[in-house]
């Protein structure tokens, strides 16, 4: 029987997406939340719809796909490779265009190409939305975590501040203000005097001890959160995080790396240019998206339709790699979006690493393109 509210070409998408070969999966509506809080990223945490089971256990709404395809690939034991297909509702709060609303799409885990699996991931996106909005000049984008990762890994910063970098990609208004902050260090926020002079002299075993009176003198009990240890390794770490500067030449070639935006057939040498012109060691990163480029031309892609935008993420906390958009162009209406997510699988409790790949189609979105909206 028909979900209410499906869009009228949702029987042949659902028949478009098993011709892909993947198997069909019926994910419960009703999902444990902690994946999606720990997992999806700040935008999606602030959307989804929570709830409680009768033993307390903190339930949601299915806000996406990605995450319960996985999680029960993981709890079947089913050998890998191995692909997916969806097709159903999903919920978030505060979405322009209602809260309720369906996703298709495919997940493919366990394919040991990646270049092949990223390229057919990209492609079978274009060529579903193309089928169904037939017509409609499409636009569309590619970004690489991966890339920018070994970029800010070559300038040497501390892994405290590689992290709040890689944490802060595709948001362009956070990572602005954390390349401001590494331009021109905030000296404002300083501990109070008693702290800050064991910070000013690298005197952990001082900074322990003051810590461990200040809670017994307040009653805090070390038990009921972390240890004066765990607080004054945390003290130590902010203060040298806080007090990193980036050097006027890695401030130019990071701003440098964040601005480049060309069409794909250029970008492997854009890259390139880039590295040199840097003085940067990113060899491995740039002979994977060679490797993707390659890959896309093999199945038929036209690169010069195609844009790198070196900045470009996408507001899920899960991914690793490829991340990529289609738009309509006169719409401005991202109708799907993907990328790679090769850590997911172990933080959901996999025993061994497992790439993978996917991406979603919004069907309230293809429908309002295909009614001239």
């Given amino acids: 029987m028909p979900q209410a509210?499906?869009?009228?070409?949702?029987?042949?998408?659902?028949r478009a997406l098993d011709a892909l070969g993947g198997v069909r999966v019926d994910i419960p509506v009703i999902q444990p939340a902690e994946p999606f809080l720990d997992m999806a990223g700040e935008d999606l945490r602030r959307?989804?719809?929570?709830?409680?089971?009768?033993t307390g256990e903190?339930?949601?709404?299915?806000?996406?796909?990605?995450?319960?395809?996985?999680?029960?690939?993981?709890?079947?034991?089913?050998?890998?490779?191995?692909?997916?297909?969806?097709?159903?509702?999903?919920?978030?709060?505060?979405?322009?265009?209602g809260n309720e609303f369906f996703q298709a799409g495919v997940e493919d885990l366990g394919e040991p190409d990646e270049a092949g699996a990223d390229a057919r991931a990209i492609s079978e996106a274009r060529a579903l939305v193309t089928q169904f909005v037939p017509g409609v000049?499409?636009?569309?984008?590619?970004?690489?975590?991966?890339?920018?990762?070994?970029v800010v890994a070559g300038l040497g910063l501390p892994s405290g501040w590689q992290k709040r970098l890689i944490h802060?990609?595709?948001?362009?208004?956070?990572?602005?203000?954390?390349?401001?902050?590494l331009a021109n260090p905030d000296s404002s926020a300083q501990p109070d005097a008693?702290?800050?002079?064991?910070?000013?002299?690298?005197?952990?075993?001082?900074?322990?001890?003051?810590?461990?009176?200040?809670?017994?003198?307040?009653?805090?009990?070390?038990?009921?959160?972390?240890?004066?240890?765990?607080?004054?390794?945390?003290?130590?770490?902010?203060?040298?995080?806080?007090?990193?500067?980036?050097?006027?030449?890695?401030?130019?070639?990071?701003?440098?790396?964040?601005?480049?935006d060309v069409p794909l057939d250029r970008a492997a040498s854009a890259l390139a240019e880039f590295a040199r012109d840097a003085g940067l060691e990113i060899?491995?990163?740039?002979?994977?998206?060679?490797?993707?480029?390659?890959?896309?031309?093999?199945?038929?892609?036209?690169?010069?339709?195609?844009?790198?935008?070196a900045a470009f993420g996408r507001p899920l906390d899960y991914y690793t790699g490829l991340v990529f958009e289609i738009s309509a162009g006169d719409h401005n209406l991202v109708l799907a979006g993907g990328g790679r997510y090769d850590r997911l699988m172990e933080l959901l409790g996999a025993q061994?690493?497992?790439?993978?790949?996917?991406?979603?189609?919004?069907?309230?979105?293809?429908?309002?393109?295909?009614?001239?909206?």
């Fill in 58 to 97: 903190s339930l949601c709404l299915r806000p996406e796909f990605t995450i319960p395809v996985c999680s029960a690939h993981i709890a079947e034991t089913v050998a890998t490779p191995r692909r997916y297909g969806y097709l159903g509702q999903v919920f978030r709060q505060r979405r322009e265009g």
């Fill in 352 to 373: 061994e690493p497992i790439p993978a790949v996917g991406f979603s189609l919004w069907l309230d979105r293809i429908e309002s393109v295909r009614a001239g909206k």
């Fill in 283 to 309: 060899s491995v990163a740039q002979r994977a998206f060679e490797a993707r480029l390659n890959a896309l031309e093999a199945r038929g892609e036209d690169l010069g339709a195609i844009r790198w935008r």
């Fill in 137 to 150: 000049e499409l636009s569309t984008i590619l970004g690489d975590q991966s890339v920018f990762e070994a």
């Fill in 168 to 181: 802060a990609f595709g948001n362009g208004q956070a990572l602005d203000a954390m390349i401001a902050r």
């Fill in 47 to 54: 959307r989804i719809f929570l709830t409680e089971s009768e």
């Fill in 194 to 260: 008693s702290v800050a002079g064991f910070l000013a002299k690298g005197d952990v075993e001082g900074l322990e001890a003051h810590i461990e009176r200040v809670m017994q003198e307040t009653g805090y009990s070390s038990h009921a959160s972390r240890s004066p240890a765990e607080i004054a390794a945390r003290l130590m770490g902010k203060q040298a995080l806080d007090a990193t500067r980036l050097s006027p030449a890695s401030l130019d070639a990071l701003k440098a790396f964040l601005a480049l």
């Fill in 5 to 14: 509210g499906l869009p009228v070409f949702a029987a042949d998408l659902a």
